[in-house]
């Protein structure tokens, strides 16, 4: 299944450099989120293949889910952001993702992030393991393994949200004593963490299981851990009968090294 999503990300990658490349309208959602052509063109291919691929796997995406449009979905299912980052994309920094991740149990077991931009595609399975390559004229190049690294007793790599660093983050770095950060937009900042540029990844702002899900299996499968307060996983298919109820997830802390956790007692009191 994993091949599957990963040629999914790669259609769905090459159609959003298309669009890219032109000089692209920009609309604002219900929530006052922004939406291009590119988000629901690439939804669509990822949707398609996955139906032709995996027609028996429910798929939940963005876009549909802002339409009004949420499958039945049972304990294993598809969750697609076709771009992650949208403001990275209209900003042309190159830092958004295709995301597609895989849900079983509400635990993510499987996911692909692709950033079509920079040429760099992530995967990883509970089974397998994490791996990253390079993508040129749609072939992957360079494919390696990829591994958290070990936190050390000296200084952390923090990654942060370029666009939506709140102030409860600034507040929570301002804790940790001997701290580098560094910035990156969409997924990307699980995959730093799962390559092992970065040792934490704190989030205290909005997210919804999309944009998550994909970045915390490549982050997952390296080794790696995502928490919310008080040290349960950040988990999937929550219980509730508003898109927000359903998708929107907690405050969380991805780590490449859970003992970074209890060495700075990150388990609660952020």
């Known amino acids: 299944m994993i091949k599957t999503f990963i040629n999914a990300a ?3 990658g090459a159609d959003i450099m298309e669009i890219y490349a ?3 309208n920009v ?3 219900e929530d006052g989120s922004p939406v291009t052509l590119a988000d629901q063109r690439a939804e669509a291919i990822i949707v398609k293949i996955l139906g032709q691929e995996c027609p028996q796997l429910p798929v939940v995406g963005e876009e549909s889910v802002a339409a009004g449009r ?3 979905i049972g304990s294993r299912f598809a969750i697609v952001d076709p771009i992650d980052g949208t403001k990275e994309f209209i900003k042309r920094n190159g830092e958004f993702t295709v995301n597609i ?3 079983e149990d509400g635990e993510v ?3 692909v992030v692709f950033a079509p931009a920079l040429g760099d595609l992530y995967w990883g399975t509970l089974e397998d393991g994490a791996f990253k390559a390079r993508v040129e004229n749609g072939h992957l190049t360079d494919e390696r393994p990829i591994r958290c690294r070990a ?3 000296g200084s952390l790599t923090v990654v942060a949200s370029r666009s939506h660093r709140t102030e409860r983050t600034e507040a929570f770095l301002e804790k940790l004593p001997d701290v580098s950060v560094i910035s990156a937009g969409s997924s990307l900042k699980f995959c730093r963490v799962a390559e092992g540029e970065a040792d934490l990844y704190p989030r205290f702002g909005r997210t919804m299981e999309w944009d998550t899900a994909a970045g915390q299996a490549v982050l997952r499968a390296a080794g790696g851990r995502t928490f919310v307060e008080g040290g349960d996983p950040l988990r999937y298919n ?5 898109p927000e109820e359903r998708f929107e997830n907690p405050f969380f802390l991805a780590v490449g090294d859970e003992q970074i956790i209890s060495r700075f007692r990150l388990k609660s009191g952020w």
Do not use: N, R
């Not at 929550?238 to 508003?242: A, F, L, N, R």
């Open 10 to 12: 790669l259609a769905a």
């Open 151 to 153: 936190a050390g007793e």
């Open 22 to 24: 032109t000089d692209f």
């Open 101 to 103: 991740g895989l849900v």
């Open 238 to 242: 929550k219980q509730g009968t508003t």
């Open 70 to 72: 949420i499958p039945q």
């Open 109 to 111: 077991v499987a996911g």
């Open 27 to 29: 609309e604002d959602k």
